[in-house]
C-alpha cells in the first residue's frame, strides 16, 4: 500500500471517528433534563425590595448544552454565569464569575419547580460560607430568585431576593 493511500485511509477514519463523536455530544443535550433550566433564558429585568437592581442576559449557547448568564446591576456591577447539566453525576453545575475575578462554584438539581444549587465560597477570615440559591420557576413567566448564606448549615440568611420581569 502506498504512503498516500495509507495516509487518504487514516485521514477518511479520523473524519469518520470524529464525526461520530461529535454526533454523540450534540445529541448529548436533547435529554430533558439538560432543559430543567430553560424557564431562566431571556432578557431580564430584575427587581428587588428597592425597585430595579440590574438586568440578566440568560442565552442558551454550545448547541444549548449551555446557559450562559451576563448580570450587570444597576450601580455598575458585573458578573457571568455558564450553567448545565451534567449527565455523569446528574446534577445542574454552575460556575459564577464577579468582576473582580472572585468566583463560585454550585451544584443541585431541579425539584416541585424550582431549581436549587448550592456550594460553598471564603468569608471573612478565611472561614467558609455555605450558599444555596433558589430559582423559582412561576406560573406568571416571572423567575424568584432566592439565594442564602449560612456558616453551620442550621441557620440561613438572604443575600438576595430577587423577582425576574421579562424586559
Not at 9 to 20: E, H, N, Y
Not at 27 to 37: A, E, I, N, R, V
Not at 96 to 121: A, F, P, R
Amino acid at each position: 500500500m502506498s504512503i498516500k493511500l495509507m495516509l487518504s485511509a487514516v485521514l477518511l477514519l479520523a473524519i469518520a471517528s470524529s464525526s461520530s463523536l461529535f454526533a454523540q455530544s450534540e445529541t448529548q443535550c436533547s435529554d430533558p433534563l439538560s432543559h430543567q433550566f430553560d424557564f431562566w433564558i431571556g432578557e431580564w429585568n430584575v427587581y428587588g425590595q428597592q425597585g430595579l437592581v440590574g438586568t440578566n442576559s440568560i442565552k442558551p449557547i454550545l448547541g444549548g448544552c449551555v446557559l450562559q448568564e451576563m448580570w450587570t446591576g444597576s450601580g455598575g456591577s458585573t458578573g457571568s454565569s455558564f450553567n448545565f447539566y451534567d449527565p455523569s453525576i446528574q446534577q445542574w453545575q454552575q460556575f459564577w464569575v464577579w468582576q473582580n475575578g472572585t468566583t463560585l462554584h454550585l451544584s443541585g438539581e431541579y425539584i416541585d419547580g424550582k431549581m436549587m444549587l448550592e456550594g460553598t465560597s471564603s468569608g471573612p477570615g478565611g472561614a467558609t460560607i455555605m450558599n444555596r440559591i433558589t430559582w423559582f420557576n412561576n406560573s406568571d413567566g416571572t423567575v424568584r430568585q432566592l439565594w442564602e448564606q449560612s456558616s453551620d448549615g442550621q441557620t440561613w440568611a438572604t443575600s438576595f431576593d430577587g423577582m425576574y420581569k421579562k424586559e
